[in-house]
């Protein structure tokens, strides 16, 4: 089972270094993501874990990224990527970690973000703030490692960007937290999750938003992620 869950993630993640090859890499990428989904749909059969649903919660993140110029397959994978990891954060709340884990939350508030940028129709997310906060909190109380740290820097970045009101002050406030967690030191594959969430939006800002309403956000998460990566 481990080792299908890690096939799957292998899927996703590879999907988006083919995508970037061509149109014959969108449609591999594409076709890859589908295969994980059916081996993943069969996993969720036999058991739903957050760990599981987090995962295809990314799945459905990737698809959002692939979708293009369909506004419509992007949304739909947007609403489908908020409800995987909104059961995946609820399934993270145990007797030693009341509040959840603030990974999957913070995963499903980007997806509410978005959405509440075309749709105006954003009133979950302030609710959802507070629980990242309060998760994020805890995390950060009783862990040292850069993932739990780091957790107080999305949540900061989640908060402007719902505006969204990213300038260089509000960036500079979300940098000094993600340098507060690098402190602590970071792997590649920590990096790279980082980048895939400024990635992540600054691809559904060109998307959604072509008429360059939104280019100076899009501006300050790539002078933070230039920021992150000379630190690292």
């Not at 992007?74 to 009341?98: C, H, I």
């Not at 997806?111 to 075309?118: K, R």
């Amino acid at each position: 089972m481990w080792a299908l869950e890690q096939l799957v993630s292998c899927k996703v993640r590879y999907a988006g270094e083919v995508a970037g090859s061509g149109t014959d890499g969108l449609v591999e990428a594409r076709a890859m993501l589908d295969e994980a989904e059916t081996t993943l749909k069969h996993l969720l059969a036999l058991g739903r874990s957050s760990e599981r649903l987090s995962l295809l919660g990314a799945l459905m993140k990737r698809r959002a990224l692939l979708a293009g110029g369909d506004s419509e397959q992007r949304r739909r994978a947007l609403r489908e990527m908020s409800l995987a990891y909104a059961e995946a954060f609820e399934r993270s709340r145990t007797t030693a970690q009341p509040l959840g884990t603030p990974y999957p939350l913070a995963n499903q508030l980007a997806a509410e973000i978005i959405l509440g940028w075309s749709a105006n129709n954003g009133q979950v997310i302030p609710t959802l703030l507070d629980a990242l906060q309060a998760a994020s909190d805890a995390q950060a109380a009783s862990h040292t490692d850069f993932f739990s740290l780091s957790a107080i820097a999305e949540c900061a970045l989640l908060k402007a960007l719902r505006e969204p009101a990213l300038d260089a002050a509000a960036r500079q406030h979300v940098e000094e937290r993600y340098v507060a967690a690098l402190s602590r030191g970071i792997t590649t594959r920590q990096l790279a999750s980082v980048r895939t969430m400024l990635g992540f939006f600054r691809t559904l800002i060109a998307a959604e938003h072509p008429d360059g309403k939104l280019d100076e956000v899009s501006k300050q998460l790539g002078t933070l992620e230039q920021a992150l990566v000379a630190r690292a």
